[in-house]
């Protein structure tokens, strides 16, 4: 992809949904009647008998217990969540936290011994996934929630054209179609010249590339994508998270992404999610969970990070003199690097706004305070779900 696409991908220059990357903001639902996901108190058990487990589950105890007790396995706990039309959220956690567990209730392939998940389908009503019979399971897994698995699940047999349009193969696509809406995917992730060839001969990278296309050909509003660029190296995984935010840019899906990686979680996601034992811990902007930690784990788990990749200028502002002072101005939303950036051009002083309007002042002094701050203080007000 072209270097002018990856820029605009992460200025926002190019589409609404990734404009909110610039701005940490989660994209705007005003044009949507539901949001496109819906977890509300999402219990998932693992066992032979899974309901014996849920009266512990409600008295707080931990996987441990649960499972000394019950013999049976903890996977999630009363997790609700919204997801927007149009958002990157990213689960994030350690192995075993029930980030997975959490994802593939979406489309039914983990099912839940209480609460609801519930999908847009473009109906009056949405869709809840474990009430979903077998004929709308089905729709719902070929026409609106597509899936890439950490472990790629293409045929290395077949031919990059065949595998892109498996999905559309198994809906009954006719071949011309079929055709033309793979060549369009292939020309996304630039493949098209690899379209004959068997999808064993290409790299990890580009065998990713292909799973990416397969999932966006059914042209599905909801992607989930568990690990998908766990296996690759750090150099060809910071590339494909790159081409993820130009695709995103250009087609505007809804994404749920499962991730351990924090710097990985930061870049993609218009909201985190972290989860600990198989419950939510925390869910909000970058932002928010880096200056307002709200507990001991999800402090750990941002301590180490690069403030410069997290943080706007609105972060690290300061009260404005009245009446503002004339300058350079800045929108609050942009990074706080790109505004340090111009800081000695503005003679140490930027005007920050917002609709228009001067909301606040960056100077080197505040940029400096933002960047060596306390994180988690008990001052914070942390964003808990």
Request: net charge negative; glycine share 8%.
């Amino acid at each position: 992809m072209s270097d002018t696409a990856k820029t605009d991908a992460k200025t926002g220059t190019e589409a609404t949904a990734v404009t909110e990357h610039q701005t940490g903001d989660a994209p705007e639902t005003a044009a949507h009647d539901h949001p496109a996901v819906s977890f509300r108190n999402v219990s998932i058990v693992f066992g032979e008998n899974p309901y014996k487990a849920l009266p512990l589950m409600e008295t707080g105890q931990s996987r441990a217990d649960i499972q000394k007790e019950t013999g049976q396995v903890l996977g999630v706990h009363d997790c609700s969540l919204d997801v927007a039309h149009g958002e990157i959220l990213v689960l994030m956690g350690l192995s075993g936290s029930g980030k997975s567990t959490l994802l593939r209730a979406v489309n039914g392939l983990n099912p839940i011994v209480q609460g609801d998940v519930l999908v847009d389908t473009g109906s009056a009503e949405m869709q809840s996934v474990p009430k979903a019979n077998r004929k709308q399971l089905c729709d719902l897994r070929t026409r609106h929630v597509a899936m890439v698995f950490q472990q790629f699940g293409l045929l290395p047999w077949r031919t990059v054209r065949d595998n892109v349009g498996l999905g559309l193969e198994l809906s009954g696509v006719r071949k011309k179609e079929r055709n033309r809406r793979v060549d369009v995917q292939l020309d996304l992730v630039g493949l098209r010249q690899w379209a004959g060839r068997n999808v064993g001969e290409l790299s990890g990278g580009m065998q990713q590339r292909v799973g990416l296309a397969r999932a966006f050909a059914t042209e599905a509003p909801i992607l989930l994508m568990d690990e998908p660029f766990s296996a690759l190296d750090p150099l060809i995984r910071t590339r494909l998270q790159d081409e993820l935010l130009d695709l995103q840019a250009r087609l505007k899906r809804t994404i749920i992404f499962v991730s351990h990686d924090l710097d990985e979680a930061f870049k993609l996601g218009n909201r985190i999610a972290i989860l600990e034992g198989g419950r939510i811990i925390q869910c909000g902007t970058p932002a928010e969970i880096y200056t307002n930690p709200a507990n001991d784990y999800v402090a750990e788990f941002v301590a180490h990070m690069n403030p410069l990749g997290v943080l706007r200028a609105r972060d690290a502002m300061i009260p404005a003199p009245r009446p503002a002072p004339t300058g350079i101005t800045l929108p609050a939303t942009t990074p706080l690097a790109d505004a340090m950036r111009q800081l000695s051009d503005a003679k140490d002083k930027l005007m920050l706004t917002e609709g228009g309007h001067v909301v606040g002042m960056l100077t080197n002094a505040s940029a400096v305070a933002a960047l060596v701050a306390k994180r988690g203080d008990e001052s914070s007000e942390a964003t808990l779900t």
